[in-house]
């Protein structure tokens, strides 16, 4: 977009960082970057050749000379420079102009550590960036939510992404009881992998395995119906097959991982103070992120606690909406702001 109007009159970005898309809010104007945290390299000469959306189509399709690449993994930077390029390609994307600097706030997992949370302070710096500003995620979904974080009174989120699952229990603007735990949507997108190589010698992709995951993919007490056909190679013969999975099937795949996120939600309440966990259970569990939208899970999350457990409204923007909200406001938030030192 053009330099002038943007550039002089409001640059600060609010960023979700994540491990299976990447979302930029732009302070005034909403959600304005929802892409795939994928690149194409060309191995060669290491340029990159695609970002985004045009990046994920090709996973999986590539010829030998070009490859696929996410720079983020569980949540945290796994290739350094190639997540600074790949979010000042996003910045650039907004802001239009590389002379602007904007001041930028970063979602992040709320369990990694300090070099982590240096890597991606850095890296937005080298890509521009004139201020960072860190928040962990599971606060930054609950001010998308709605929730009162700066009340005395327990709120509870759980939020699934890509890389992470992260369950926290807030109050008073700060995150009492936490636990951040590397399964979530990829670890059941492999489940599923993993499933149909054991039970129809079948390989597959990971786009492959997100669609199966996000059409037919569900939890019990779900009835779990539906079939999918899908196409892959037959890891006996090498050559390409068609199998039918039903969303039984699915259930079943998903089972271990799906059994860890609700084991870590009863930790996260075993180790709640009562009168927080009293207000929990007037106000409920909230679930965000794209592992809320498996269907049954609420269910299945309200016959494991007993307690109320409700869907967030679109709770794959819930963070980068937070985190945009704490950057409008930062007097009114800087509580929950993570502090990172320098070196």
């Not at 420079?81 to 239009?96: N, P």
């Not at 991606?120 to 606060?139: F, I, N, Q, T």
């Not at 009162?148 to 926290?168: K, Y």
């Not at 949507?185 to 054991?198: P, T, W």
């Amino acid at each position: 977009m053009p330099f002038s109007l943007f550039g002089l009159f409001g640059n600060d970005l609010a960023m979700d960082l994540g491990t299976a898309n990447t979302l930029v809010f732009a302070k005034g104007r909403g959600i304005v970057v929802n892409e795939p945290s994928v690149v194409a390299i060309r191995r060669s000469d290491q340029e990159i050749v695609a970002y985004g959306a045009e990046a994920k189509e090709m996973v999986g399709r590539t010829p030998g000379e070009i490859t696929t690449v996410r720079p983020l993994r569980d949540g945290v930077i796994a290739d350094f420079e190639l997540a600074e390029r790949m979010i000042r390609y996003f910045v650039r994307k907004v802001q239009g102009s590389r002379f602007v600097r904007p001041r930028m706030a970063i979602a992040i997992p709320s369990g990694i550590t300090e070099v982590e949370k240096r890597a991606v302070r850095d890296s937005a710096e080298h890509a521009g960036a004139r201020e960072v500003y860190l928040v962990d995620e599971p606060m930054a979904a609950a001010i998308g939510v709605g929730l009162p974080v700066e009340e005395p009174a327990g709120s509870m989120i759980v939020d699934i992404g890509g890389g992470t699952t992260e369950i926290a229990v807030i109050s008073l603007s700060g995150i009492v009881t936490d636990i951040s735990i590397r399964i979530a949507g990829d670890e059941m997108n492999d489940s599923i992998i993993q499933y149909l190589k054991r039970k129809h010698n079948l390989l597959i992709g990971e786009n492959t395995a997100e669609q199966i995951k996000v059409t037919i993919g569900s939890v019990p007490p779900h009835k779990g119906e539906g079939k999918l056909t899908i196409k892959g190679r037959d890891i006996v013969a090498g050559i390409p097959r068609t199998v039918e999975i039903t969303g039984e099937e699915v259930q079943e795949a998903l089972a271990e991982a799906v059994t860890a996120i609700i084991d870590s939600v009863k930790l996260c309440l075993e180790r709640t103070p009562p009168e927080l966990s009293a207000d929990i259970l007037d106000r409920g569990v909230i679930l965000s992120g794209g592992g809320a939208l498996l269907k049954g899970l609420d269910e299945r999350l309200r016959q494991e606690t007993g307690l109320p457990v409700f869907i967030a409204d679109d709770p794959l923007t819930c963070v980068v909406r937070g985190t945009g909200k704490i950057l409008e406001d930062l007097p009114r938030y800087e509580k929950v702001l993570t502090k990172v030192k320098r070196y």
